[in-house]
């Protein structure tokens, strides 16, 4: 099995190697004018200067942290809330239909709201984020609970656990496959609240940075802060899949 | 093995009906099952042996008529009564490794954190499973993982042990080498068995007494002393003249049951 995954790595490199020489051949050859579409070697030229004189790194960070903490808030809330109506079988029926409706909520249509209650401060991002990278971690909590075997029920009280031992002993670890896979996908939401927080917040984040580039015409500057989004976004999957395949370890081959 | 004595009994069943969804399930239950017994329950599928333990168990309350443990009506679950399933694969944790199944147990318990390593792997040396403690049951096969389901039952050290065709999803083999260990656990424990199943000569094999039902609705038919010695022998047992004819007998009733 492994030389073959070696193999699939090796060919999608070379398919993006590829991608990145075409971006190149378009920019030398001015098919597009390089305002609009700078060469690779430039934005990536861009990229090492911004980082090593334009105080790149701290921004960042700012936007990492914006991303994590949200994040993190959205996968507790999740979890937390998603359990208390997980676990019984009525407020499931009850609540359902109404988390439906909330949860193709484009998040983004809540900053005015959120703005009205928090004011551009860090406090706002934070709630956007929360709430928008909130449901795919709580209805995967919900459906978790719902499908706990029934002969575990059964297992669960002939030993007698209470209420909180079931939670946690059975509930939740049957629920974990869908919720780290929710979780996943709220990383990727939170990345995209994080940036559109900081352009309407003007918080100094990535996000911010790259409206900054965007407005003065330095498509290099602002392509290599799309290229970090993209690292960013694509590290931190990785991060979240590493810690799924090692928390998921029990499911066997 | 102590045979059945003149004790008052461990389980009793009396005059028990049930119905599920208006449904006759089992009528006119009366059954004992003493300390020390190995009572085995054969039948058709829809006789209600199923029901039966369920009822033992604590998780299904009769219709009417009572089921009392130990001279006291059950209300619920108990501790010290243990029940091993056949779907062991649904039935253990999957997330938890071996010893942390076992570990399930004393985590309810509230036994002391420094005495659970230890009497883990104490019942997981009774089953034989002492080198795959660190495995997750994705990892063991299937006569392994009902190994482990039966290494936790033992952990809450029950007085009853109920088993629901325990040995019904596994191949010849592993089924007779899991008879023996469960006859020989239940030799050294002293340990009430109550044991369902629809394989006449496993019936016999293991039991003091065999009990027959009948479907629609189910009830008893018969129950059979099994006059065998106990160690019991894969070889030898089932050519005894006692093993044979029991088993033709039995053979007979169930071909009467379901006809």
């Not at chain 1, 209420?163 to 996908?185: K, S």
Request: aromatic share 8%; net charge neutral; with cysteine.
């Amino acid at each position: 099995m492994m030389p073959r995954r070696a193999l699939l790595l090796l060919a999608s490199a070379i398919v993006a190697a590829l991608i990145v020489a075409l971006w190149q051949l378009v920019s030398n050859l001015h098919l597009v004018s390089p305002i609009f579409l700078p060469p690779p070697d430039r934005a990536w030229a861009a990229l090492l200067f911004d980082i090593d004189r334009g105080g790149l790194g701290g921004r960042v960070l700012l936007t990492l942290q914006h991303m994590f903490f949200g994040w993190l808030l959205a996968s507790f809330g999740g979890i937390l809330i998603g359990s208390a109506i997980g676990i019984s079988a009525t407020a499931r029926a009850y609540l359902a239909p109404t988390l439906e409706f909330f949860r193709p909520l484009p998040a983004s249509a809540l900053f005015p709201v959120l703005i009205a209650f928090f004011g551009l401060t860090e406090n706002m991002v934070l709630a956007v984020i929360g709430f928008g990278a909130l449901w795919p971690t709580l209805l995967a909590t919900i459906n978790g609970f719902a499908t706990v075997k029934p002969r575990l029920y059964e297992v669960a009280r002939l030993m007698r656990l209470s209420r909180r031992q079931f939670i946690l002993t059975i509930a939740l670890p049957n629920a974990m496959p869908e919720i780290l896979a929710g979780m996943r996908l709220s990383l990727t939401i939170a990345l995209i609240l994080s940036v559109t927080g900081e352009i309407l917040s003007g918080s100094p984040g990535l996000g911010h940075w790259i409206m900054l580039q965007a407005r003065s015409f330095r498509t290099p500057d602002l392509f290599a802060g799309v290229l970090l989004f993209g690292l960013i976004g694509y590290a931190s999957v990785q991060l979240v899949s590493l810690l799924e395949f090692w928390l998921l370890r029990w499911r066997g081959r | 093995m102590t045979a059945p004595s003149a004790e008052p009994p461990l389980i009793a069943f009396r005059d028990i009906d049930v119905a599920i969804g208006g449904r006759p399930i089992l009528t006119g239950i009366n059954l004992e099952i003493y300390k020390g017994e190995f009572l085995c329950i054969v039948g058709p599928s829809g006789c209600g042996k199923t029901t039966l333990l369920r009822l033992a168990a604590g998780l299904l309350p009769p219709g009417s008529g009572t089921v009392s443990y130990e001279g006291k009506p059950v209300a619920g679950p108990q501790r010290d009564v243990a029940v091993v399933f056949q779907d062991y694969g649904d039935a253990l944790l999957p997330w938890r490794t071996a010893a942390g199944n076992i570990a399930l147990v004393y985590e309810t318990m509230g036994t002391p954190r420094a005495e659970r390593a230890e009497r883990i792997a104490a019942v997981l040396a009774r089953v034989g499973l002492a080198e795959h403690a660190d495995k997750y049951p994705s990892q063991l096969s299937g006569g392994m993982q009902q190994r482990l389901q039966i290494a936790r039952c033992l952990a809450q050290e029950p007085k009853l042990l109920l088993m629901d065709e325990p040995f019904g999803a596994l191949d010849a083999i592993t089924r007779q080498d899991l008879q023996d260990q469960v006859l020989k656990i239940v030799a050294d424990s002293g340990t009430t068995v109550c044991f369902v199943t629809h394989d006449l000569e496993e019936a016999i094999y293991l039991g003091h007494r065999v009990v027959a039902m009948k479907p629609h609705p189910g009830r008893i038919a018969a129950t059979y002393d099994v006059d065998l010695p106990y160690p019991r022998d894969q070889q030898t047992t089932p050519e005894q003249p006692a093993f044979m004819q029991l088993r033709r007998t039995l053979l007979e009733f169930i071909r009467g049951a379901e006809t």
